[in-house]
């Protein structure tokens, strides 16, 4: 997968896909709002919410690092 790279906080590398269909909710097609999680044994996500439908998808903005 193709991601854009930028710089967070405290100057940490990370990524989001360049195709931005992981932000559109597959139900009503409204934009889906970022919410940082963490997973157990996962470590940290952003959840993409529907304010309508609930979790659309989930974006690991360090995957391009493995």
Same mark, same amino acid.
């Given at each position: 997968?193709?991601?854009?790279?930028?710089? &967070?906080?405290?100057?940490?590398?990370?990524? @989001?896909?360049?195709?931005? #269909?992981? %932000?559109?909710?597959?139900? *009503?097609? &409204?934009?889906?709002?970022?919410?940082?999680? @963490?997973?157990?044994?996962? #470590?940290? %996500?952003?959840?993409?919410? *529907?304010?309508?439908?609930?979790?659309?998808?989930?974006?690991?903005?360090?995957?391009?690092?493995?």
């Amino acid at each position: 997968m193709d991601h854009r790279r930028f710089e &967070g906080p405290d100057r940490l590398r990370i990524g @989001a896909p360049r195709d931005e #269909g992981y %932000r559109t909710c597959a139900e *009503c097609g &409204g934009d889906c709002e970022p919410e940082p999680t @963490a997973l157990d044994g996962l #470590g940290v %996500r952003i959840a993409f919410m *529907c304010p309508e439908h609930g979790i659309h998808s989930f974006v690991d903005p360090f995957e391009s690092k493995r």
